[in-house]
């Protein structure tokens, strides 16, 4: 899926790694959070997806938002760089 310069993408791995500590449930907090669908644009432009494996197993749980790692996520501190990050964008 191509995506437009108004999108905040956010993509949860869902690999073994991550999956073991906790993407899921962190994957799940965001969409209920934001009321998105997985892998479909919202009205203000945020597009939730799972990811398979980003191969830095280490640092789990990765998560990317418009290209940047984030890794050690929880749910608080991936809200925080979702805001700081979609609210540039506006």
């Known amino acids: 899926m191509e995506t437009n310069n108004m999108q905040t993408v956010i993509e949860v791995c869902v690999g073994l790694h991550c999956c073991m500590r906790g993407s899921y449930a962190i994957l799940e907090s965001i969409r209920k959070h934001y009321d998105l669908k997985i892998g479909i644009p919202s009205f203000d432009g945020m597009l939730l997806k799972e ?7 280490k640092n789990a749980v990765s998560v990317i938002i418009n290209g940047m790692e984030f890794n050690n996520c929880s749910f608080d501190n991936i809200v925080k760089y979702i805001e700081a990050i979609h609210i540039r964008k506006r």
């Not at 990811?51 to 197993?57: G, R, S």
């Open 51 to 57: 990811v398979e494996c980003m191969h830095n197993c």
